[in-house]
């Protein structure tokens, strides 16, 4: 018999309940002939009583998970003495049938239903001597059906445990899939999270803080200055200076692009950051651009003006140069932008190595730099030497020209 366990959907509980009340029914019948064809009545109650007694373990059995074998060897054996107090109880044979379905393999179901049916088959040749032909096949198509009834009662529960366990697959798939989204949202908000930071700290240090540097370097200068008309026009640039950084953070702020990429292509936007450079720092600067330069994101004018700005902002305070050329020039698919100077310069290689600044003493630009680029599929190089200058390059793979929408 099938535990209760293991059966969620209730299918097999009904059909054993069915079971039990056909093996009560049929009981009380055979204790009724039986005692009215002439059978003891002690013994006739005895033997049903003992049998319905261990008809009760099976269910304890299955409950347990034990195997049933044994127990309805028992069964038979029971309803065989029963048959030998009365022949009215081969009645009871059908519940056999039943039970032998439930409880044991096909072929020992049916070797064993064989023999019950032999028994029944028989009785009535033991009390009068002779048998009929329905006496034989009656209980012969009664046998084949309660195999039948039972082995699809079997497949019955086990289609039903098997919707079930599809139905608790389905929902804890469903759950996973709903902790799984949580989880990605969760990680992808923390991700623009990051980024959104990194991005506001490389236009905060490419446009505000170094328009800061700025304006502290023609501050001193302007401090130390003895002529009148050369401090007049240095405080000019400061002015000049602190309205286009206030405008820069507005931009930050508003997530826009650099104010000088309003006016025009990058190639003008360099142009305007060049001649700014050169007025307020006295450093000849030079630009040049290829003709066929193409058509490129926004997001990759940001990135390579930004770089033109930190490079420049790097040769006002570190350089000392006295020239400074920057070039855009296409390349098939990559934009390349070029800053060199013929400055000081410095150890590119040990400066690479030593651990990103944290201090705000300056360090951060060319790391932001190159970080920025890397994100739009580019890269930054730079080559110096102490006293040589120094060359800061940059380039963006664009694949193909593309006009901003």
């Known amino acids: 018999m099938t535990s209760s366990t293991s059966d969620p959907t209730g299918t097999g509980r009904w059909l054993r309940l069915g079971q039990h009340a056909l093996l009560a029914v049929l009981a009380a019948l055979c204790a009724v002939r039986a005692v009215a064809d ?24 299955a409950r347990l998970g034990r195997d049933g074998t044994g127990w309805f060897v028992g069964l038979v054996l029971l309803w065989g003495l029963l048959v030998l107090v009365s022949p009215e109880n081969v009645w009871l044979a059908f519940p056999l049938w039943l039970l032998a379905g439930h409880v044991l393999p096909l072929l020992p179901a049916v070797v064993t239903s064989l023999l019950v049916f032999v028994v029944v088959a028989l009785e009535p040749v033991r009390q009068s001597g002779q048998a009929s032909f329905a006496a034989i096949i009656g209980p012969f198509i009664g046998m084949v059906v309660a195999l039948g009834v039972a082995k699809a009662q079997q497949a019955l529960v086990r289609d039903g445990i098997e919707r079930q366990r599809l139905i608790a697959s389905l929902y804890a798939a469903q759950e996973e899939s709903a902790a799984l989204t949580d989880e990605l949202a969760r990680v992808q908000r923390a991700q623009g999270v990051t980024s959104e930071r990194t991005r506001l700290s490389r236009d905060i240090h490419d446009g505000i803080a170094q328009g800061f540097s700025s304006l502290l370097l023609l501050a ?3 401090r130390a200055e003895s002529d009148t008309d050369r401090r007049s026009q ?62 490129v994101p926004t997001t990759v004018e940001v990135a390579l003006l930004r770089l033109v700005q930190g490079a420049l902002a790097n040769v006002r305070t570190h350089a000392a140069a006295h020239t400074v050329t920057v070039s855009l020039e296409e390349a098939g698919t990559t934009v390349r932008v070029d800053v060199v100077d013929d400055g000081v310069g410095f150890d590119p290689q040990g400066w690479w190595d030593q651990p990103s600044p944290t201090s705000g003493e300056g360090g951060y630009g060319l790391r932001a730099t190159r970080a920025r680029l890397r994100e739009l599929s580019g890269g930054l190089s730079v080559e110096s030497a102490p006293g040589e200058g120094t060359a800061v390059s940059g380039w963006v793979e664009i694949g193909r020209p593309v006009e901003d929408a």
């Open 38 to 61: 002439g059978a003891h009545p002690l013994a006739e109650i005895g033997a049903l009583a003992l049998f319905a007694g261990w008809y009760a373990v099976g269910p304890r059995l």
């Open 220 to 222: 001193r200068a302007a």
């Open 234 to 295: 240095l405080l000019e640039h400061i002015e000049s200076g602190a309205a286009q950084g206030l405008e820069e953070s507005r931009r930050i702020v508003g997530a826009l692009a650099p104010a000088d990429l309003d006016e025009g292509s990058l190639p003008a936007a360099v142009r305007r950051v060049a001649e700014r450079f050169a007025d307020e720092t006295g450093v000849a600067a030079t630009v040049t651009a290829s003709p066929t330069l193409p058509a």
